[in-house]
């Protein structure tokens, strides 16, 4: 059974940081394309950021460029989401996501298994 358990979320002050984990079993973690999504109330879930099965390979939505960045420890079948400069408009559940076929993808269509998700909430 594949599971995903997003962990490390919470309330933090605009301007600041928090890092997010996923804790993957029950599959071949090293062989998925990971990815990192959000969802706003009242809005569509959209994607944040995407690690290539090796890792050398990553992606970030327009919104987080240059303040997160994604990381995975294959040996240790985890994901990590550092997010920097959080800004109110960051606020949101996450979720992370597993693609079998290794690449990682910006559309969550592409994407297997997913976590439940964590709050993150950042106050002005």
């Known amino acids: 059974q594949v599971q995903l358990v997003e962990s490390g979320g919470g309330l933090v002050q605009a301007g600041g940081s928090l890092r997010l984990s996923c804790a993957a079993s029950?599959?071949?973690?090293?062989?998925?394309?990971m990815g990192w999504f959000r969802q706003a109330p009242g809005k569509q879930r959209e994607f944040v950021a995407r690690?290539?099965?090796?890792?050398?390979?990553?992606g970030y939505a327009d919104s987080v460029k240059g303040r997160f960045t994604i990381s995975r420890d294959n040996a240790k079948n985890t994901l990590n989401l550092q997010m920097n400069s959080l800004k109110p408009e960051d606020t949101a559940v996450y979720y992370c996501?597993?693609?079998?076929?290794?690449?990682?993808?910006?559309?969550?269509?592409?994407?297997?298994?997913w976590g439940q998700g964590t709050q993150v909430t950042v106050s002005s």
């Open positions: 996501a597993a693609d079998k076929t290794g690449s990682g993808s910006t559309g969550e269509a592409r994407y297997d298994y």
């Open positions: 029950g599959l071949t973690f090293s062989t998925y394309g």
């Open positions: 690690i290539t099965w090796s890792g050398r390979s990553t």
